[in-house]
């Protein structure tokens, strides 16, 4: 059978946090209704159970059935047929989370003041799960005190404010009061669904791409890392409620939502933000492409060309901050687990073993970065899995994302076995050698 042509395959994944959890969208009467449908599809595909929920002024803008049509789930907006009056209780029992967006400035002002003259303030008041508002409105209107107390009357309760964007309004106005787009609100959603997961009060520091050291002002010597390995990692313990600091080389990617980023330049710099990070970390995954050699100087002023055919740089030494890590992690026990990379082009396994002792990580992730789907610059990776118990998990062709998924599984299982008392044996009970 001949499948459908590429341009019509499902464009985007489904992503575990979203899977089959029941969200709510509240939708109200603002120009930004257009973009909440584009919201809707999005969480639709990355596998969420969307219910739409439309003031009367939403459905102005857009129809009912555009959200239907892209949620294929029946869309709530009058509380006064009898239909709809029961769901609205069942709707807000049930939802993993309710997302209003776009919220105007009257729809805040009602969930401030405890209103419920509609479906949609009803059936807020009646939520028990978090709430995220995204407001869209005039920058007048949401610079105005009525609506910044409302606001912060929400945050004081725990509801979690997206935005709003800084931009061209519908008035022709420029200034804070656009809706966050499509894809900026997916993360905060994707960022509240994930908390309560399985590495909650779990801090996670990851480290990405690939450091440069200066020659001059204008030149560095740094390499082939697109640090996307280390962002998909970043993302992975965020899904699993982790609080995550990412501590990144110069890259061009977003930061996950709710991550905290932390951007350095040299292998100097990352070690010191490491070895501060690390201080409090329960976990430190380290994929960063650490330079090992840098110029010995940096020229104040850009060099030069002269008449001589060659030029000779003199290089030192930069820290291993592994190494430094291991240190500090005799002493103070933390980070519980620590991740290696290892990047290799020839003689992978034996390789990156001699890392994962040397360094004294608790597990290793050995790539061959000579084929061209695996390693550097690409979305894919080859990688094998190395742990102390000689354990060697050989990981087919997967994306860095799926790589992830995998590793922090590992993690999991590490934290787990870290958290165990040591096996008591008969010369090592605590009851036991004691001075009395
Ligand atoms: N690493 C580090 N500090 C360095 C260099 C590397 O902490 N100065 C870390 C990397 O982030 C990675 C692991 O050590 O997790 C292995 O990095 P790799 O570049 O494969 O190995 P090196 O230690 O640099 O050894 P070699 O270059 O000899 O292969």
Excluded at 35 to 60: I, P
Excluded at 181 to 187: D, I, S
Excluded at 270 to 287: I, K, N, P, R, S
Aim: glycine fraction near 8%; include cysteine; charge should be neutral.
């Amino acid at each position: 059978m001949i499948g459908p042509p590429s341009s019509l395959r499902a464009t985007m994944e489904v992503i575990g946090v979203f899977k089959d959890r029941p969200i709510l969208l509240g939708v109200t009467g603002s120009i930004a209704a257009y973009k909440a449908a584009d919201l809707a599809s999005k969480l639709t595909q990355a596998g969420a159970r969307v219910t739409v929920v439309m003031t009367e002024a939403a459905t102005r803008f857009v129809t009912p059935l555009t959200f239907q049509a892209v949620t294929g789930q029946p869309v709530y907006t009058d509380l006064w047929t009898l239909e709809h009056h029961i769901p609205h209780v069942g709707l807000a029992q049930n939802a993993a989370l309710l997302a209003i967006a776009p919220a105007t400035a009257n729809m805040i002002a009602k969930l401030a003041h405890g209103l419920a003259d509609d479906l949609l303030s009803v059936t807020a008041l009646a939520a028990r799960c978090p709430i995220l508002v995204a407001p869209a409105m005039d920058a007048g209107m949401y610079e105005h005190p009525a609506t910044t107390a409302n606001l912060r009357a929400l945050a004081e309760r725990g509801v979690h404010i997206a935005g709003p964007a800084c931009g061209r309004m519908a008035s022709g106005l420029v200034g804070p009061g656009r809706m966050l787009e499509p894809t900026e609100l997916a993360g905060h959603i994707r960022y509240l669904l994930s908390r309560g997961g399985p590495l909650s009060g779990r801090r996670v520091v990851v480290t990405a791409g690939g450091t440069r050291e200066p020659l001059d002002p204008v030149r560095f010597l740094t390499n082939r890392s697109s640090g996307r390995q280390g962002f998909a990692l970043a993302q992975a313990a965020l899904d699993r409620g982790a609080d995550v600091t990412l501590i990144t080389a110069p890259v061009a990617l977003e930061t996950p939502w709710g991550a905290e980023r932390i951007e350095v330049q040299t292998a100097e710099e990352m070690c010191q933000a490491v070895l501060a990070a690390a201080e409090t970390a329960d976990v430190l995954l380290m994929a960063a492409a650490v330079a090992d050699y840098r110029p010995a100087e940096t020229a104040a002023h850009k060099i030069k060309k002269d008449a001589s055919a060659s030029l000779t740089l003199t290089l030192t030494r930069t820290p291993d901050i592994l190494a430094a890590v291991a240190e500090r992690r005799d002493r103070t026990g933390l980070p519980a687990v620590v991740v290696g990379f290892a990047a290799e082009t020839d003689d992978l396994l034996r390789y990156a073993h001699e890392k994962l002792l040397t360094k004294h990580l608790d597990l290793i992730a050995a790539n061959d970065v000579s084929i061209p789907d695996s390693g550097f610059e690409v979305t894919t990776n080859r990688v094998t899995l190395l742990d102390t118990q000689g354990g060697v998990e050989r990981l087919d062709l997967l994306s860095k994302t799926e790589v992830a998924e995998r590793i922090l599984e590992r993690v999991r299982g590490l934290l787990a076995e870290a958290a165990q008392p040591p096996v008591a044996t008969a010369n090592t009970r605590p009851d036991q050698g004691k001075q009395t």
